[in-house]
Each structure stands twice: as C-alpha cells, then as structure tokens.
C-alpha cells in the first residue's frame, strides 16, 4: 500500500514537471500566437466562455433589476448609440472597423436578451470582461444609464432596422460619469474603489503602482513612496488637495508635460489621492 501511494505521488509529480516544463517552452519560445489576426481554437473559445457565463452568473445572482420604462429606453437609446454600436452593432446596423477587428469578435447582441437575465447584463456593463475587449463601465457611467441602456438591449430582439434607427437618431446625447441612485449590488470599500478608478483612468499605462498589476512602465514616475516626497510635479506642496489639483488638471499647472488632463472627476480624484496617499 505504501509502495502504490509512493508511485502515485511520483507519477503525479513528473506528470507535474512535464507539463510545466511543456507550459515554459510554449511562454518562453513564443509559440503561442497571440495576433489579432488568429482565431482561438474551438476549445479555448469555448472555455473562456462557459467560464465567462458562469462566472457572470455567480456574481450577479443577488442584483435586482427595476422596471424599464419609456424614458430609461431614450435614454438607453442615447448610451447604446454613443458607446456600444461601435462594436457590437445593432438591426441593419454593422460594428465599425474597430469591433469587427478584434478577437475574440464582440457577440451581436440583438439576441441578447434571449440568453442573459436583465442584471447579468447590468453586471458585464458595469465591470466589463476581462481579456475579451469589453470594457468596464462603472466609472463612466452613472446608475441611471447603466440600468437604461441594459432596458433598451431588452427591446432590441423585437425591433425592425428602421424602429432602431428612430430610437436612436431621436434620443438625446448620452451621460459620460458616474454619479445618480447608488448602485444596485454592494459597495466596494474605499480602497477597491481607488485602484479601480487609477485603473479605469489608465494610470497604471504609465506608472507603476504599488497594489496594482501592469508592466514595468517608464513612461511616468513610479508612485511608490510618494506620501514621503516633499513636492507633487516638482512644484506643488505633497498635501492631499494639491494632490487631486494635479490629478485633475496637470496641463493646467505643468503646461506641456507628459500627463494628460484625463477628466478625471472630483469624487474620482479624492479616492485616487487618498489612495496614493498611503504609499509610504
């Protein structure tokens, strides 16, 4: 007995070694293509998916949708047109160049509705998925209009080309920040919010953050440590204003430096310096 429990522990832990000698060979050696231009295989597609539904499932199991009415359908109109047609089109209208370009391509989603609960939707919206494209809209998109162009999604089994043109072409110009009715799942605390917003606002592209993934970017400073740093920029007091000054208009008091004004909010930029603040 001991003697089989020995030849299954060493056969497990070279079956082990094997496969993560196979797994460096394909990351090291470049094997695996990872162009835009080729497909998944069938297998990987349909891991990722099921893994993507079943996770969406899980995390949005205890939302409550509310009911749609005429003006959240506007309103979804407006978001829809403005921020999702470009990649997944809508009835007679084609995804422009930048969704048909990607892979995994973005779903149509005209059918939508038929496979996905109400706050499922409200869930991929607002959080997005990972390595597929979607972005996450929780940071640009208020409560109201997350809800409103989910409603409008609903619709969209049932309308004609023409119906979809007339929605759209008459609602008016969508929302760009969050802000309304409080969300309807839980709220993260602070700090999840606050690596959230310097993700969401690309900061991590160019710096490196403590507390946050990305590559070794050089593009700007690295922030670590940067409560103990006597200057912001090289000319403003380290005090937590000046920091969300810097934050929201860094052209304004740096004018031609590297750091994009990003329009970032005020509530936005409070979490962010809080944030940073506490990097020793």
């Known amino acids: 007995m001991k003697r089989t429990l020995t030849t299954v522990i060493v056969t497990l832990g070279a079956a082990l070694a094997l496969a993560l000698g196979a797994a460096a060979v394909v990351v090291m050696g470049g094997l695996y293509d990872i162009g835009a231009v080729t497909q998944h295989t069938q297998v990987v597609y349909t891991l990722l998916e099921t893994t993507m539904k079943h996770s969406v ?20 109109a407006a978001v829809y047109r403005d921020h999702c047609v470009q990649c997944h089109g809508g009835p007679g209208v084609a995804p422009g160049a930048v969704g048909m370009s990607m892979q995994p391509l973005p779903g149509p989603l005209l059918d939508a509705a038929r496979r996905w609960h109400e706050r499922e939707l409200y869930w991929i919206t607002r959080h997005g998925i990972r390595m597929s494209g979607m972005p996450a809209w929780a940071l640009r998109l208020s409560e109201e209009d997350t809800w409103a162009v989910v409603h409008f999604i609903g619709r969209m089994p049932q309308m004609s080309p ?15 920040v969050s802000g309304g009715s409080p969300a309807t799942e839980p709220a993260q605390p602070p700090q ?89």
Do not use: F
């Open 162 to 176: 023409a119906e979809y043109r007339r929605w759209t072409e008459a609602a008016p110009q969508a929302h760009h």
């Open 57 to 76: 499932r899980m995390r949005a199991a205890d939302i409550e949708a509310p009911p749609a009415t005429p003006g959240s359908i506007d309103r979804g």
């Open 192 to 280: 999840e919010m606050a690596q959230l917003a310097l993700r969401q606002y690309a900061c991590v592209a160019c710096h490196i953050i403590p507390g946050l993934t990305g590559s070794q970017t050089h593009v700007g400073p690295s922030l670590e440590g940067l409560a103990r740093r006597k200057l912001i920029a090289g000319r403003l007091p380290n005090t937590a204003d000046n920091l969300v000054r810097w934050i929201r208009a860094p052209q304004s008091i740096k004018p031609g430096n590297a750091m994009p004004d990003l329009a970032v909010t005020e509530e936005h930029a409070r979490l962010m310096a809080d944030y940073l603040s506490t990097l020793h």
